[in-house]
């Protein structure tokens, strides 16, 4: 199994900034992507941003230019800095570890981030 912890949310206003980190430990093997998703009020939980252990990234349509992933593989951290965040940011982000195969996964127990307008 694969612990994740998620650190660095709260509130923040329009346009303003924020910090994820997430730490994983456990099972943990040099092959795996690691990535932030989001879950607001009465929607479906979606990616925001997910990089392999090869430090390939892939963003949502709706964050690139504002959000960058990055990830610290001796570490095995994973953060997201978001910047000019908007209302509709606004969600509980979940930490999600991935291993080689797509189908054995891990997540975090989410943090809450809210932008207020």
């Known amino acids: 199994q694969v612990q994740l912890v998620e650190s660095g949310g709260g509130l923040v206003q329009s346009g303003g900034s924020l910090r994820l980190s997430c730490a994983a430990s456990g099972r943990i093997f040099s092959i795996n992507t690691m990535g932030w998703y989001r879950q607001a009020p009465g929607k479906q939980r979606e990616l925001v941003a997910t990089v392999t252990s090869s430090g390939r990234t892939n963003y949502a349509d709706s964050v690139k230019g504002r959000f960058t992933i990055s990830r610290d593989s001796a570490k095995n951290t994973v953060d997201l800095q978001m910047t000019s965040l908007k209302p509709e940011d606004t969600a509980v982000y979940y930490c999600?570890?991935?291993?080689?195969?797509?189908?054995?996964?891990?997540w975090g127990q989410g943090t809450q981030v809210t932008v207020s307008s």
């Open positions: 999600k570890y991935t291993y080689w195969d797509p189908g054995d996964y891990y």
